[in-house]
């Protein structure tokens, strides 16, 4: 059972449109990360959220965190082909900073 | 600076046979894990290591998966005998912390594992 849920588990669509990822659980984090991965490579982190109701924009990609810190989203706007990959949201558990991940959204943008 | 390294690539075994992957990590960082990850699926923890103590093991198979991190450094992870079901990605992380806000983790280009 994963602590972390994922939707949508795939996403295909044309380049220059919008996505929303969402990642939500019934759980408390203490901080939550996004990663995306290529294929035949591992996840490279993409942002790190600390507090509730924060919002991180990088570029096209804007990350918002829950106010009461158990999910979080990640929208892409005019999407293009290079956001392909696979997008992992990770959630950090107190006292022992255990890092959960979710089973990931895997996205297609077609050019 | 160097990321972390990770050997094999790929691995292709029968079943039964024994198998070992090998990972360096980023230099300084005391925080080691180990991960498993299906295709399309999210890496799941096998083990952390916090230099040399296992700190979290819970969801390794011990019988038949057993790792090592000698001096807090490199480690190995071993599967003996290998099953069918072990076929997947066996990927390697480093963090210079355990977790919050600078706990990024680095993660190495995986061992494929195909059982046979």
């Known amino acids: 059972t994963q602590l972390l849920e994922q939707s949508p588990q795939f996403l295909s669509i044309q380049e220059g449109e919008n996505l929303t990822v969402y990642c939500n659980s019934s759980s408390v984090f203490s901080s939550l990360q996004w990663y995306r991965q290529e294929p035949g490579e591992g996840p490279v982190l993409l942002v790190t959220v600390v507090t509730g109701g924060e919002v991180k924009k990088l570029k096209r990609l804007t990350f918002q965190f829950g106010d009461a810190r158990k999910d979080s989203s990640l929208h892409i706007t005019a999407a293009q082909p290079g956001d392909t990959g696979l997008y992992l949201c990770a959630g950090v558990s107190l006292p022992d900073y255990k890092l959960s991940f979710g089973a990931g959204t895997t996205v297609t943008v077609r050019a | 600076e160097a990321g972390v390294v990770q050997s094999p690539r790929y691995k292709i075994i029968e079943k039964k046979q024994p198998v070992a992957f090998w990972c360096n990590p980023i230099?300084?960082?005391?925080?080691l894990y180990w991960y498993l990850q299906n295709l399309g699926q999210g890496p799941e923890l096998l083990i952390r290591?916090?230099?040399?103590?296992?700190?979290?093991d819970s969801q390794l198979p011990k019988d038949r998966f057993s790792a090592e991190r000698l001096k807090g450094v490199d480690s190995t992870l071993k599967i003996q005998p290998a099953e069918l079901g072990d076929s997947a990605v066996y990927l390697c992380?480093?963090?210079?912390?355990?977790?919050?806000?600078?706990?990024?983790?680095?993660f190495g280009e995986g061992s494929r594992l195909t059982v046979l």
């Open positions: 290591y916090e230099n040399e103590e296992a700190v979290d």
């Open positions: 992380a480093s963090s210079l912390t355990p977790g919050g806000a600078s706990g990024e983790l680095f």
């Open positions: 230099s300084g960082h005391n925080t």
